[in-house]
């Protein structure tokens, strides 16, 4: 069953700080894995996106890693902003129709106190 | 900011009640999306467009329809509305080729 998997559910950090997140995935066959951006209330915003030949990206203080042998991804936050506060989402495309069926991770709600 | 537009944000309406949830897209994509997220869950896939005239069902059975007449505009229609329909909704758009979609704000729907 193609499934994707967050951890940690929530975590809440201090201002400042760094942070990362987990993703773990089963979906077969692979063709890309985003992570997601989603502020309360709002729709996700696209982060980062990453094909089974790349193992790291960044955007700004985000950078995401891919190990497609393992099936893990990590999105790290560095130097955490209050504007960080949101659910961060991990979707993993297949390749196995002309969809791309997407599927989604239920996130990690991260807090960032002062 | 993507050029993606739902209305309205924030319905409340009674059991038995039609609606029609709006979305309009002016990047020209030719896929369209309709998705349902209840709080703290994941985004379930219910109807998807891959341009006019086209529209199919996702994953989750939900008992709208939706309709696709004109590129931009990806009206979700519910009939009968009951509590369970209770739910965000986000409406989102990719290009061909590209697939990374991008999100409408959503409507939050609350049915009494």
């Known amino acids: 069953k193609n499934q994707v998997e967050q951890s940690p559910q929530s975590l809440i950090i201090l201002e400042g700080k760094n942070c990362t997140l987990q993703?773990?995935?089963?979906?077969?066959?692979?063709?890309?894995l985003r992570w997601y951006k989603q502020d309360t209330g709002r729709g996700p915003v696209s982060l980062t996106i990453m094909t089974f030949s790349e193992n790291t990206k960044s955007n700004g203080r985000y950078t995401a890693t891919l190990d497609a042998d393992t099936k893990q991804s990590s999105l790290h936050i560095t130097a955490s902003q209050l504007s960080d506060s949101a659910s961060y989402i991990c979707v993993v495309s297949d390749r196995g129709s002309t969809l791309g069926r997407l599927y989604f991770g239920r996130g990690t709600q991260l807090t960032v106190w002062p | 900011e993507a050029d993606i537009y739902q209305t309205p944000r924030y319905l409340v309406i009674g059991t038995g009640k039609k609606i029609t949830l709006e979305c309009s897209q002016t990047m020209g994509h030719d896929k369209m999306y309709w998705y349902q997220q209840d709080p703290g869950m994941e985004l379930h896939l219910i109807h998807y467009s891959y341009g006019v005239n086209s529209t199919e069902k996702g994953d989750l059975s939900s008992e709208s329809t939706v309709s696709r007449i004109r590129t931009e505009h990806f009206p979700l229609t519910l009939e009968s509305a009951r509590p369970s329909h209770t739910s965000q909704y986000l409406c989102?758009?990719?290009?061909?080729?590209?697939?990374?979609?991008?999100f409408g704000p959503g409507t939050r729907l609350l049915v009494l």
């Open positions: 993703c773990n995935y089963t979906v077969s066959p692979f063709s890309n």
């Open positions: 989102a758009s990719s290009e061909t080729g590209v697939e990374t979609q991008y």
